[in-house]
């Protein structure tokens, strides 16, 4: 089994902060990339920003410079820094990992439960 539980989403005002996390556990053998989603109803869900084990970075350029993605390999944690969030940030937002539960398996993509994000004008 393999668990993502997100946590540090809420309600905040335009141009504040918030701060997700992202812990994966259970039966993980390797963490590829991690990774932060966003959906709103009505619309596909879409890619904030990513990062791969090593550190390699990527961003949808709506949040370029005001979010920033990390990871703590050793906790199997990804957070999201959001700083000057925006009404249209508004979203519930999903973790997802790209991992390998074995050394021979293959990897694939596992989703956590989503923590929603409002921003108030």
Do not use: H
């Amino acid at each position: 089994q393999v668990q993502l539980v997100e946590s540090g989403g809420g309600l905040v005002q335009a141009g504040g902060s918030l701060r997700l996390s992202c812990v994966a556990s259970g039966s993980i053998f390797s963490i590829n990339a991690m990774g932060w989603y966003r959906q709103v109803p009505g619309k596909r869900r879409e890619l904030v920003a990513a990062i791969t084990s090593g550190g390699t970075t990527n961003y949808t350029d709506s949040v370029k410079g005001r979010f920033t993605i990390s990871r703590d390999n050793a906790k199997n944690t990804v957070y999201l820094q959001m700083n000057s969030l925006k009404p249209d940030d508004t979203a519930v937002y999903y973790c997802n990992a790209l991992l390998k539960r074995t050394a021979w398996g293959m990897s694939r993509g596992y989703w956590g439960q989503g923590t929603q994000v409002t921003v108030s004008s």
